[in-house]
């Protein structure tokens, strides 16, 4: 039988992988291909399965996208993702499970998702996915995109609605981006990575007038609320769609069988650059909409849609040396540098290997003809050498000595590792400016002003010896940095800003300030659920490693971990150094609810009028409860919202206290359903 301490540091472990990819993602910065992403979340999924006390609410399995840096719009209708399936027979057996007359297939497009909202035919706002629930307002921007209307057109057939919620994706055709690379590098400027990439950082720019120079396109594949509009299937709505001048994909096509489905499949495995925009699978979909309401969705994904995934495509090329990387816990992770090839769509010439083992295990020399394989239009690794290529000019490679940032010797941090590290963690330089990058991100105490050059900049020119003095940084130390300073030497715009985020940064919630501290396996929910049971960091400091571990969502690994980080010096002042800035130690009083649900757990089913799934869970921990993520006899209540799945049903076979919303607002005020 597994170890619960054991399988509960295996799941955090997991989880916390599966996040930071899907941010990275989500941010433009994808640092795996999308098949080890996919690989990475099904392992999840079955542990999960496998495990379902360990299916919390804020599992990365029942969340759809990532934190966004804009701000917030609600989208009216939840915007759901898409479950996969990577092989003929996995999609038989999802049309097995979902019998229907008619599919749409369409082509998955690698773009970024668009919300768009028309009022009486005018559009009025435009957000980006984010959460699902809430996205990134980019209406500006979206008004600049051509294939965007400002008024959707008048029709006989299909009247202009009063409400009508789009949903598309935003794509660069191929040809745009690499006439737009050729330009930038023609300017001085680096070259995009690929086409998604430049994409969603167009449609992320302030100015719409640059956002207008990507050449940005749209394709709707979906609606959400409305009103005025009914239409009998997806297929109609599409109809409905073109005829009011929204653009429609010209590759969606209706079927009438799973053999059709399968055909489809094939084709297109074989014809997946013929489509005018990048894809990466194929889409199916139960047409009629009755039918679509009657199987529902899950947490994150509509049961009546899949997403066939097709497998990554491989090439060849040179390899022309290995480097080496180093990350925010001392990590070295080698890196392959190529002749530049193309594939899927855009030129590569950096390739992941993961660590030393993984380069001897494959084989690969310097000078080696390798085959690189590129997942998802995304970043390529290399799966091995041409070994019939080889002609003896080729290099054995050997991992580093010394770390290539401030030379200390390099080794694995325990017996056993397969990653090695560089024991220099709190002076080198490579480790010290990805805490700080990591500190200033969304998930830390979100310093937009401090972004990597400029740590990398504040490190090199002495402004910082480690994180401790970040809070103490005023106008005259800045003066000194040449990414805060102007030509003259006064302090330039992004100074300024850094100072007035720092002046924010102290106020942060105080399980910010703990994950900003860059305490292995500490992250924002360990942290959360630490800061809630003990409330100040001299609590935290003083409790043994054994009461640590009861923690929900702690156990053993993490606070054997924290107790490690607090026995080095320089890291007790750091902590020191932040309290006499005026950083948040401890969790205000003024904050905290009343504890109504002290020791209940509930779990929250289904989709909530005046809650997201994260306020939902964060006014049950709030307040003393746990948000469990699986129904048992254990569970005190399950708060059941429109499209509950299973949970209600087990909640009702157990005998479980099922709440409906204003059950729930009444429990989280008096504690009493």
């Known amino acids: 039988m597994t170890n619960p301490v054991d399988l509960q540091r295996q799941w955090s472990e997991l989880a916390q992988e599966v996040r930071r990819h899907r941010e990275l993602y989500y941010k433009g910065e994808p640092s795996i291909p999308d098949a080890d992403f996919d690989e990475l979340y099904q392992r999840l999924v079955r542990l999960e399965a496998e495990h379902p006390e360990l299916a919390v609410p804020d ?256 090439v060849t090329t040179t390899l022309l040396n290995i480097e080496v990387g180093v990350g925010r816990t001392g990590r070295v992770t080698p890196f392959a540098i190529m002749e530049p090839v193309f594939v899927s769509g855009s030129t590569v010439s950096l390739a992941t290997l993961h660590n030393q083992a993984e380069v001897k295990r494959k084989g690969v020399r310097i000078g080696d003809t390798v085959i690189i394989r590129k997942a998802g239009e995304i970043i390529p690794e290399v799966l091995g050498p041409v070994l019939e290529k080889r002609d003896g000019t080729e290099k054995e490679w050997t991992f580093p000595e010394k770390c290539p940032s401030c030379g200390a010797k390099l080794a694995p941090q325990r017996d056993g590792d397969a990653d090695w590290r560089c024991p220099n963690t709190r002076s080198c330089p490579a480790q010290l400016a990805a805490r700080l990058e990591y500190l200033a991100s969304r998930k830390g105490m979100d310093i937009e002003a401090l972004g990597e050059k400029a740590a990398t900049d504040l490190i090199t020119s002495g402004v910082l010896h480690d994180e401790g003095d970040l809070f103490d940084l005023d106008e005259e130390k800045l003066l000194k940095s040449a990414a805060y300073t102007t030509k003259a030497g006064n302090l330039n715009a992004q100074g300024k800003k850094l100072l007035e985020n720092l002046g924010t940064a102290r106020h942060a919630d105080f399980w910010r300030v703990l994950v900003s501290l860059s305490i292995r396996h500490v992250g924002p929910i360990a942290a959360r659920a630490l800061a809630t049971r003990y409330g100040s960091m001299e609590a935290l400091r003083a409790a043994p490693v054994e009461d640590l571990a009861e923690t929900d969502g702690v156990g053993g690994i993490i606070a054997a971990s924290f107790k490690e980080w607090f026995d080095v010096d320089w890291h007790r002042e750091i902590v020191r150094k932040w309290a006499e800035a005026g950083v948040t130690m401890e969790v205000e009083d003024t904050d905290k609810p009343e504890q109504t649900l002290d020791g209940l757990t509930i779990v929250v089913t289904g989709t909530l009028e005046n809650f997201s799934r994260d306020s939902a869970k964060e006014a049950i921990l709030s307040r003393g409860g746990k948000a469990s993520g699986s129904v048992s006899k254990k569970t005190d209540y399950v708060v059941v919202g429109e499209n509950a799945g299973s949970k209600a049903d087990k909640a009702r076979e157990l005998g479980v206290a099922v709440l409906d919303e204003p059950g729930f607002e009444r429990l989280l005020e008096d504690g009493v359903a």
């Open 59 to 314: 599992s990365p399995t029942q969340e759809v996208g990532a934190a966004s840096p804009f701000a917030d719009v609600q989208h009216l209708e939840r915007m759901t993702s898409l479950d996969n399936v990577f092989s003929a027979g996995e999609m038989q057996d999802w049309l097995d499970r979902t019998p229907a007359s008619t599919y749409l297939t369409e082509l998955k497009i690698d773009g970024l998702s668009i919300d768009l909202v028309y009022r009486n035919g005018r559009l009025t706002s435009a957000a980006t996915r984010g959460d699902g629930r809430v996205g990134e307002d980019i209406t500006n921007n979206a008004r600049v995109i051509p294939d965007i209307p400002h008024s959707l057109s008048t029709n006989e057939e299909f009247p202009l609605p009063a409400l009508v919620e789009i949903r598309g994706e935003v794509y660069m055709r191929p040809s745009d981006f690499e006439e737009i690379n050729q330009q930038r590098l023609a300017d001085g400027k680096p070259a995009f990575a690929n086409p998604r990439n430049a994409a969603a950082g167009g449609l992320r720019m302030k100015d719409p007038a640059e956002v207008k120079k990507r050449r940005l396109q749209m394709v709707c594949h979906g609606i959400g609320a409305r009103e005025g509009f009914s239409p009998a299937t997806q297929h109609e709505a599409y109809r409905a769609m073109a005829a009011w001048g929204l653009p429609v994909s010209p590759y969606t096509k209706q079927v009438h069988s799973s053999r059709e489905v399968q055909e489809q499949v094939s084709y297109w495995a074989d014809h997946r650059h013929d489509a005018i925009f990048e894809m990466d699978g194929l889409v199916v979909k139960v047409d009629d909409i009755r039918e679509q309401r009657a199987l529902g969705t899950t947490s994150r994904a509509p049961r009546w849609a899949i997403a066939y995934k097709y497998p990554p495509e491989e």
